[in-house]
C-alpha cells in the first residue's frame, strides 16, 4: 500500500541520496518561492494554492469515498493538514506531491472506515490493467488487415481545446467520463493531465511503474475521447 | 494485390498505435519506437486522427474549469492560516 506521511518522512521523488544516506532537498523554484511566502503567513499565496489544487484534490478525493460531501471534508481535512504540517515540510518531494500524498491518505481512511472498500489491495494494481485499451471490434479481427482499423475515429478535426471547453455539453460530457473512471485510472489521469505532474511524480506518488502509468494513462484518455466522440456523434 | 501503405512500412499495427499513442505524445517510447510510429503516422490518416484526438483530450483536461472551496470552507482555512503563520 502506497502512504504517504502528513509529516513528509517519506521520500519521493525529487531529492537526491547522500552517500551518508541523508537527502538534500530539491524542490522547484516556483514551490520555494510560494513555500517561503507561505511560512511568511501571507493568505493570498494560501488561496493561489487552494484555487491550484482544490479541484483535482476533489476528484482524487471521490475515487475513495462516497459521495461528493464526504469527498470535500477530506479535502478540507487535508488543507486543514497542510496548513498545520507546512512548516515541518522538509522539500523532499514537490509541495503538489506532498498535499496529495496527504490527500490520498486521509481518502483512504475515510473510505475504509466508511467500510466503501474492505481492503485496497484488491484494487490498487491489475483493475482494469489486463484488459483492451480500445474496444477490440474498432479494429479488423482476421485477414490481412487484421489489426487495422475497421471502425476508425470519427472526423473532429475543427475541434481544438478551446472549442471543446467553450461547450458547457462537451465539458460534462469530459466530466461525466472522468467520474466514471476507476479509480486507478482516474488518479493517473488526475495527476498527469489534469494537474500537470510529470511522469515521475505520478510513479513515485502512486507506487506504480511507467509502463502500468502509461496503460492506465492512455486507457482513461481514450474513455474521455470516446464520451467526446459519442457527444460529438450526437451532436 | 496492393496493399495500403500503413501495412506494408513498418509492420505496426493501428491497433498498437493507438495504444502507444499517449507515450508516444509524452515522448516517452524508445526512439526505434518513436521512429516506427511516426513512419507509420505519415502514411495512415485514422491514427493521425486518432493521435491528435488523444492530444487534444490531454490539452483540454488541463483547462477544464476548477471548483473551488465554498465560502464558509474557504473562510474557515483563511482563519486557520492566519491564526497559524501571522506573526
Known amino acids: 500500500m502506497n502512504t504517504v506521511a502528513i509529516t513528509n518522512t517519506g521520500f519521493v521523488g525529487h531529492a537526491h541520496s547522500k552517500v551518508d544516506g541523508s537527502h538534500t532537498a530539491v524542490l522547484p523554484n516556483t514551490d520555494q518561492a510560494l513555500l517561503a511566502r507561505l511560512r511568511a503567513g501571507e493568505e493570498k499565496a494560501f488561496d493561489e494554492l487552494v484555487n491550484k489544487h482544490h479541484s483535482a484534490l476533489i476528484r482524487m478525493a471521490m475515487g475513495y469515498v462516497a459521495d461528493r460531501e464526504v469527498a470535500e471534508e477530506v479535502v478540507q481535512d487535508t488543507w486543514m493538514a497542510v496548513i498545520e504540517n507546512l512548516s515541518r515540510f522538509e522539500g523532499r518531494s514537490s509541495l503538489r506531491t506532498w498535499i496529495f500524498g496527504i490527500l490520498i491518505h486521509k481518502a483512504k481512511d475515510r473510505g475504509i472506515r466508511e467500510k466503501r472498500h474492505t481492503t485496497f489491495s484488491a484494487f490498487e494494481s491489475c483493475e482494469d490493467d489486463n484488459e483492451e485499451i480500445l474496444d477490440p471490434s474498432r479494429f479488423q479481427q482476421t485477414g490481412e488487415r487484421a489489426g487495422h482499423w475497421a471502425i476508425p475515429p470519427q472526423p473532429w478535426d475543427d475541434q481544438t481545446p478551446e472549442k471543446l471547453l467553450a461547450s458547457q455539453e462537451t465539458v460534462n460530457a469530459m466530466n461525466n467520463a472522468i467520474d466514471a473512471l476507476p479509480r486507478t485510472l482516474k488518479e493517473v489521469l488526475i495527476l498527469r493531465d489534469v494537474e500537470g505532474a510529470d511522469v515521475k511524480e505520478v510513479c513515485a506518488l502512486l507506487n506504480i511503474t511507467e509502463t502500468n502509468l502509461y496503460v492506465r494513462l492512455h486507457r482513461a484518455r481514450e474513455r474521455v475521447r470516446a464520451e467526446i466522440e459519442s457527444f460529438l456523434g450526437k451532436a | ?87
Open chain 2, 1 to 87: 494485390m496492393n496493399l495500403p501503405p500503413e501495412l506494408v512500412s513498418n509492420g505496426l499495427t493501428c491497433r498498437t498505435i493507438a495504444q502507444q499513442s499517449s507515450a508516444y505524445l509524452d515522448d516517452a517510447l524508445p526512439a526505434v519506437m518513436k521512429l516506427r510510429m511516426a513512419c507509420h503516422l505519415s502514411t495512415c490518416q485514422d491514427c493521425r486522427r486518432y493521435v491528435r484526438q488523444i492530444s487534444l483530450v490531454r490539452v483540454a483536461l488541463g483547462t477544464l474549469p476548477k471548483c473551488q472551496p465554498s465560502s464558509v470552507k474557504r473562510r474557515a482555512l483563511r482563519e486557520r492560516f492566519s491564526s497559524r503563520y501571522t506573526h
